[in-house]
């Protein structure tokens, strides 16, 4: 590095500042991107648990509308049976 830095007309230690300040813009550029990574994450686990509080509530419709079922057969005339 020093050699190049040299036939550049500069110092290793005037390149060395430079250099470090390319590798802080990558780190932030990643810090970044691992930021909105786990934000869209978030979301994504917020999205999920939206769908599976909705499921969980479709799962209970079904079980009224079949318990609601069950008992108006049951009602029936000539229905002497045990609802099932």
Do not use: F
Request: proline share 4%; net charge positive.
């Amino acid at each position: 590095m020093a050699r190049r830095a040299a036939r550049r007309g500069g110092t290793a230690a005037a390149v060395a500042p430079a250099i470090l300040r390319v590798h802080r813009s990558h780190l932030s550029e990643a810090q970044a991107l691992l930021g909105a990574w786990s934000g869209a994450m978030s979301d994504c686990r917020d999205a999920l648990g939206a769908v599976e509080a909705r499921l969980a509530a479709i799962e209970a419709e079904i079980g009224a509308v079949k318990a609601g079922a069950v008992a108006a057969l049951g009602r029936l005339p000539g229905n002497d049976r045990e609802p099932r």
